[in-house]
T-cell receptor, first 111, second 115 residues
Framework: DAKTTQPNSMESNEEEPVHLPCNHSTISGTDYIHWYRQLPSQGPEYVIHGLTSNVNNRMASLAIAEDRKSSTLILHRATLRDAAVYYCILRDSRGAQKLVFGQGTRLTINP | EAGVAQSPRYKIIEKRQSVAFWCNPISGHATLYWYQQILGQGPKLLIQFQNNGVVDDSQLPKDRFSAERLKGVDSTLKIQPAKLEDSAVYLC?????????????FGPGTRLTVL
């Protein structure tokens, strides 16, 4: 499974944008980029995914580099509820399509 | 739509005892996963079912862990006998059939403490 690299932790202020980076230099052409987050004492939840183009949904935006070797999850206006561990995961569209979680980035939001 | 249900939410046992966890996935979700999450780490896949067949159990410690999904709906994960290092949160997830990028829906997990 191709690996991702994320910072261990980040901190931001409430109502400000947050940019969470992810490096995936060994990504293959069939890998989707997925982001999940895990709030305290809960199971992970899906945030967004993309293949080549930038993506937007009600939770966040995903900006994918042209060479696909990195991506950035953007929370446009962070709230205290966005404090969580964010996981960037490459998921092969072939085979069993399993998720391989790394350590993720622990995001702290200051009031 | 009801989410993934798991029980119990918490379990404390002595080492060498047995324990079982139950999962009820979202209705219609053919794929079911069990993950182990040790404190401070990301979840690790233990086993994946497609309906009632095993797709991937490469990381399941088969000498002590077993899982089944009878009738392709509910699933049970068992540990027998438990070791101290099995202390973790056990997460169940399910996914609907169709596209490979379909999201996984996770349950709240069962927190196991082995003393």
């Amino acid at each position: 499974d191709a690996k991702t690299t994320q910072p261990n932790s980040m901190e931001s202020n409430e109502e400000e944008p947050v940019h969470l980076p992810c490096n995936h230099s060994t990504i293959s052409g069939t890998d989707y980029i997925h982001w999940y987050r895990q709030l305290p004492s809960q199971g992970p939840e899906y945030v967004i995914h993309g293949l080549t183009s930038n993506v937007n949904n009600r939770m966040a935006s995903l900006a994918i580099a042209e060479d696909r070797k990195s991506s950035t999850l953007i929370l446009h206006r962070a709230t205290l509820r966005d404090a969580a561990v964010y996981y960037c995961i490459l998921r092969d569209s072939r085979g069993a399509q399993k998720l391989v979680f790394g350590q993720g980035t622990r995001l702290t939001i200051n009031p | 739509e009801a989410g993934v249900a798991q029980s119990p939410r918490y379990k404390i046992i002595e080492k060498r005892q047995s324990v079982a966890f139950w999962c009820n996935p979202i209705s219609g979700h053919a794929t079911l996963y069990w993950y182990q999450q040790i404190l401070g780490q990301g979840p690790k896949l233990l086993i994946q079912f497609q309906n009632n067949g095993v797709v991937d159990d490469s990381q399941l410690p088969k000498d002590r862990f077993s899982a089944e999904r009878l009738k392709g709906v509910d699933s049970t994960l068992k540990i027998q006998p438990a070791k101290l290092e099995d202390s973790a949160v056990y997460l169940c997830a399910s996914r609907s059939p169709g596209q490979a990028y379909n999201e996984q829906f996770f349950g709240p997990g069962t927190r196991l403490t082995v003393l």
